[in-house]
């Protein structure tokens, strides 16, 4: 075999092999590809949306899922059809943060810290927790308290029900009413440690009615306690 016909077999040997690994590689065709798509075709380019348009769609189903959530939550903590259902449906419309689930949670969180930090005397708790006119009257009660040399001692046992009762918008103020059912075990003794009111083993169950009030208009996200009645 010349040397013309050696270097010939040489590059059909290498052209197989090239071949075989780009196949490999690759793959085979069946006859069953798609067709390439054309990126610039204006069908293509039609059946695309705009991303900023998909983003806008993405959004409102975002915030019209988030609407159909505050709605049921309502529905859950009010009877459909009724004044207060439709006054906290009103309330949700103007304040989009209004949730009843946690504005439920948070009022039985206040709750008890008001409760204790009352017969605790801790006026700066119920300093950041209370309106100025909630907060005079306790400071008094306190204050009297404290001049007698009276000490208070309760255990907080829990809330049983926390509903709402009125809700009010009025000027960009929110008041939102409860009616919460707690149960304490509270203690009052005089200077000389004799116990003068309550009972330092039992349990009693109060009943309260609490507004709380939030201006809308504010960037402050707290609601405070702005009244406070006993039930009997």
């Known amino acids: 075999m010349g040397s013309n016909d050696f270097i010939t077999l040489f590059f059909l040997v290498a052209a197989v092999l090239i071949f075989l690994q780009l196949r490999s590689v690759l793959g085979r065709r069946t006859g069953n590809e798609k067709p390439p798509v054309d990126i610039y075709s204006p069908r293509d380019a039609a059946q695309a949306p705009p991303a900023e348009e998909s983003k806008v769609v993405t959004l409102q189903?975002?915030?019209?899922?988030?609407?159909?959530?505050?709605?049921?939550?309502?529905?859950?903590?009010?009877?459909?059809?009724?004044?207060?259902?439709?006054?906290?449906?009103?309330?949700?419309?103007?304040?989009?943060?209004?949730?009843?689930?946690?504005?439920?949670?948070?009022?039985?969180?206040?709750?008890?810290?008001?409760?204790?930090?009352?017969?605790?005397?801790?006026?700066?708790?119920?300093?950041?927790?209370?309106?100025?006119?909630?907060?005079?009257?306790?400071?008094?009660?306190?204050?009297?308290?404290?001049?007698?040399?009276?000490?208070?001692?309760?255990?907080?046992?829990?809330?049983?029900?926390?509903?709402?009762?009125?809700?009010?918008?009025?000027?960009?103020?929110?008041?939102?009413?409860?009616?919460?059912v707690s149960q304490l075990i509270s203690a009052t003794y005089d200077k000389a440690g004799t116990l003068i009111d309550g009972d330092q083993e039992a349990v009693v169950e109060v009943t309260d009615i609490w507004t709380f009030a939030r201006d809308m208009r504010s960037r402050d996200p707290n609601w405070k306690l702005v009244a406070t009645e006993s039930e009997h």
């Open 61 to 180: 189903r975002r915030d019209a899922d988030e609407e159909e959530q505050r709605i049921a939550e309502i529905d859950a903590v009010a009877k459909p059809e009724t004044p207060l259902n439709e006054a906290l449906r009103s309330l949700a419309k103007e304040d989009t943060s209004f949730r009843p689930r946690e504005f439920l949670n948070g009022a039985r969180m206040a709750y008890e810290m008001i409760v204790m930090a009352f017969a605790d005397g801790d006026r700066k708790t119920l300093k950041t927790l209370l309106s100025k006119e909630v907060y005079d009257g306790f400071e008094a009660a306190i204050a009297e308290r404290e001049a007698r040399g009276e000490v208070v001692k309760s255990t907080f046992v829990g809330i049983n029900k926390a509903d709402f009762t009125q809700v009010h918008v009025k000027d960009a103020e929110s008041q939102i009413t409860l009616r919460i």
